[in-house]
């Protein structure tokens, strides 16, 4: 639903995002009771280089090479990231390039898990966490090789909250609604903001 919305035309306009399409793989593996990061990238990769996982980039070339490859795990499954555990740290999600490469060439991912503390119920909690991290990976999927952008200043009150377009909307209610989807994640607008409208789109 998220690539096709008017939420992520609107979101990614002035971004460079538009709408797109998906391909879901249902996983048959029993869930870790917990699994780290760097395993998650070494599944990934290994999902792409076996063609379980679809790769734009060796099918389409560089027109076709902005994937996210977007992994949904249970709340049984505890994710690890750099030694913290997911949940403790995040809202339920998020999203990094890849220190291993599939087919050559390193990839954009999110990591979305049921994790309790954001104000939305089960199941919009994955809504939210999902559209969340999806914005995000498209405008800035390689931040740390080709950052797409950065708050520099660190007297700016705005860098407290990540400074990711998600991130500068994330305590900012309600979220969005669209198709029978409700907490689809608003996000920062230079444009809108500029103007003098609402920094965090779509408004309601």
Known sequence: ???KSSWLATTGKEYGVGNGTSAN??????????????????????????GT??????DGG???SSAVYMLYVP???????????????????????????????????AVVSPCAGLPAPPPENIVWAASHELIEACTDPYFVSA????ILDPTQPWSAFGGEVGDLCTYLLPQWSEGGYTYL??????AS??????PCIPSP
């Open 1 to 3: 639903f998220m690539v």
């Open 25 to 50: 793989v249902d996983l048959t593996q029993t869930a870790p009771g917990t699994i780290d990061d760097s395993t998650i990238q070494s599944f990934i990769a290994s999902l792409i280089t076996a």
């Open 53 to 58: 996982a679809p790769d734009p980039i060796a």
């Open 62 to 64: 560089a027109a076709f």
């Open 75 to 109: 709340a049984t499954t505890s994710v690890t990231v750099a030694g913290s555990t997911l949940c403790q740290i995040s809202g339920g999600g998020y999203h990094y390039e890849s220190a291993v490469n599939a087919n050559g060439h390193s990839f954009a991912y």
């Open 147 to 150: 950052p797409g952008y950065a």
């Open 185 to 190: 994640q608003r996000a920062y607008s230079n």
């Open 193 to 198: 903001a500029k103007a003098g409208g609402a």
